[in-house]
């Protein structure tokens, strides 16, 4: 008794072929500004922080602060040209 029975390889494999895109998703408006609100106020957030931190840690008078924001801006509108622009 001889059966016919057919590799699971072979039906798997149209069926996977047709999910796999080639090129990724396109980011939508809305995904696009979130990511370009996170990049900055995480920016801000964390340099920001740090400059308090060397404040409290050195005694300045909110100078480490001032420049630990403008740094963080900076280095988030880089991000979002870098990451985001055309």
């Known amino acids: 008794m001889s059966r016919n029975l057919i590799p699971a390889a072979d039906i798997v494999r149209p069926v996977m072929a047709d ?14 500004g979130w990511a370009a609100l996170g990049y900055l106020l995480g920016g801000m957030i964390v340099w920001g922080g740090i400059g308090w931190l060397v404040d409290r840690w050195l005694g300045l008078p909110n100078v480490g602060l001032l420049i630990g924001l ?3 801006t900076v280095a988030g509108v880089y991000l ?7």
């Not at 080639?22 to 980011?27: C, G």
């Not at 979002?80 to 055309?86: D, E, N, P, R, S």
């Open 80 to 86: 979002t040209v870098k990451k985001l622009g055309a």
């Open 19 to 32: 999910d796999q895109s080639s090129k990724p998703p396109e980011r939508s408006g809305a995904d696009a």
């Open 70 to 72: 403008i740094g963080g």
